[in-house]
């Protein structure tokens, strides 16, 4: 049961089914505490605008995101009832390949299964004149039953657009499986309610940041990822700028 809302917390994987035991598992107990801000138990809403003023992290590995989730797996779980990324970034130095902390992507992911996510189709990124973490920027969302757009700073400043109004993402997306979306409007699965989420991230195994790339000192497939992460702080806890100075 893979998904973001209350009830799934115990039985995603994500979570490994809310319990971490270091002697068993032989990892550390992940060491870097973060944090996430969410109103799933507070306020969701259908179509709107969203503007968040936020200054970005600056640091190897950091990865701060804003971004929405379902309220309810309507479609079913992830991503077949949506998620709407407004700005997903990384701290890392802008000389990273992968993407530094001068830089952020928006995306949409959707799709009947995990592993038809087409988010490659409404996906784009945004390259600043400076480091996003020198000052404060504007991440906003305009969300209507015929557009889903994001930007920065101001609504002139686009950085995806994704039209609702002519094409179903099931078209869109060209699946030859079952539609979880059958008989609902154009948009859907992005026609229910969803829930805010700002949160700051640190490392992972998902890819994000690519094996081999930017000073990696860990890899996706190391059954220890999560010790060799941290045994090698040396490396990457020296380019964390805190406090920020904005």
């Not at 001068?102 to 038809?116: I, M, N, R």
């Not at 700051?200 to 220890?224: E, H, I, L, M």
């Given at each position: 049961?893979?998904?973001?809302?209350?009830?799934?917390?115990?039985?995603?994987?994500?979570?490994?089914?809310?319990?971490?035991?270091?002697?068993?598992?032989?990892?550390?107990?992940?060491?870097?505490?973060?944090?996430?801000?969410?109103?799933?138990?507070?306020?969701?809403?259908?179509?709107?605008?969203?503007?968040?003023?936020?200054?970005?992290?600056?640091?190897?590995?950091?990865?701060?995101?804003?971004?929405?989730?379902?309220?309810?797996?309507?479609?079913?779980?992830?991503?077949?009832?949506?998620?709407?990324?407004?700005m997903e970034s990384r701290g890392n130095d802008a000389s990273c390949s992968a993407g530094g902390n001068d830089k952020f992507a928006s995306t949409l992911h959707w799709g009947p299964a995990w592993d038809q996510n087409r988010y490659d189709l409404t996906h784009a990124e945004y390259k600043h004149t400076e480091s996003l973490a020198?000052?404060?920027?504007?991440?906003?969302?305009?969300?209507?039953?015929?557009?889903?757009?994001?930007?920065?700073?101001?609504?002139?400043?686009?950085?995806?657009?994704?039209?609702?109004?002519?094409?179903?993402?099931?078209?869109?997306?060209?699946?030859?499986?079952?539609?979880?979306?059958?008989?609902?409007?154009?948009?859907?699965?992005?026609?229910?309610?969803?829930?805010?989420?700002?949160?700051?991230?640190?490392?992972?195994?998902?890819?994000?940041?690519?094996?081999?790339?930017?000073?990696?000192?860990?890899?996706?497939?190391?059954?220890?990822?999560?010790?060799?992460?941290?045994?090698?702080?040396?490396?990457?806890?020296?380019?964390?700028?805190?406090?920020?100075?904005?």
């Amino acid at each position: 049961m893979w998904g973001g809302t209350p009830a799934d917390l115990c039985t995603s994987n994500s979570w490994y089914g809310c319990e971490r035991n270091a002697g068993a598992s032989g990892n550390y107990i992940n060491p870097i505490m973060s944090a996430r801000l969410r109103t799933v138990n507070s306020f969701s809403f259908t179509y709107g605008r969203v503007e968040v003023k936020a200054q970005l992290p600056k640091g190897d590995w950091i990865w701060p995101a804003i971004w929405l989730l379902p309220t309810d797996q309507q479609y079913g779980t992830w991503p077949a009832s949506g998620e709407i990324d407004i700005m997903e970034s990384r701290g890392n130095d802008a000389s990273c390949s992968a993407g530094g902390n001068d830089k952020f992507a928006s995306t949409l992911h959707w799709g009947p299964a995990w592993d038809q996510n087409r988010y490659d189709l409404t996906h784009a990124e945004y390259k600043h004149t400076e480091s996003l973490a020198d000052s404060f920027h504007i991440y906003g969302l305009l969300w209507t039953p015929d557009r889903i757009m994001t930007y920065i700073d101001t609504e002139d400043n686009v950085v995806l657009d994704v039209d609702t109004s002519s094409q179903s993402f099931w078209e869109k997306g060209g699946f030859k499986t079952d539609n979880p979306w059958v008989g609902e409007s154009n948009n859907a699965p992005f026609n229910r309610d969803f829930y805010l989420i700002l949160n700051v991230a640190v490392g992972g195994t998902n890819s994000y940041f690519p094996d081999g790339q930017c000073g990696k000192t860990w890899t996706n497939t190391d059954s220890r990822s999560a010790n060799t992460f941290w045994n090698t702080n040396g490396v990457w806890y020296p380019t964390w700028k805190y406090p920020a100075t904005n």
